[in-house]
Nanobody, 125 residues
């Protein structure tokens, strides 16, 4: 099994910054991509930022220029640096990863997707 644990959320005033971290652990052969999603009350979960193998990066239009996603492959960790935060950024932020795991039962490497439990980010006006 693979676990994703997010940290770094909290309460911040508009214009402030936060840095989220997501650590993946468990039976990991390799990680193809890691991404951050968020979900505000009453809204659908939306992609915020994604970083894939080869450091290909995508951002939601609403966060371009303010958020930066990065990844430490050696630590199986992704980060989301959030600057110039706005009240509209208030949400639960989730980390997700596309992971290759080794299955002894199948004697094969399998592709799996995992999600963390989320971390609350609240931006006050």
């Amino acid at each position: 099994q693979v676990q994703l644990v997010e940290s770094g959320g909290g309460l911040v005033q508009a214009g402030g910054s936060l840095r989220l971290s997501c650590v993946a652990s468990g039976n990991i052969h390799s990680i193809n991509a890691m991404a951050w999603y968020r979900q505000a009350p009453g809204n659908q979960r939306e992609m915020v930022a994604l970083i894939s193998t080869g450091a290909k990066i995508n951002y939601a239009e609403s966060v371009k220029g303010r958020f930066t996603i990065s990844r430490d492959i050696t630590k199986n960790t992704a980060y989301l640096q959030m600057n110039s935060l706005k009240p509209d950024d208030t949400a639960v932020y989730y980390c997700t990863a596309d992971v290759q795991v080794y299955s002894p039962e199948d004697s094969d490497i399998l592709d799996r997707n995992y999600w963390g439990q989320g971390t609350q980010v609240t931006v006050s006006s």
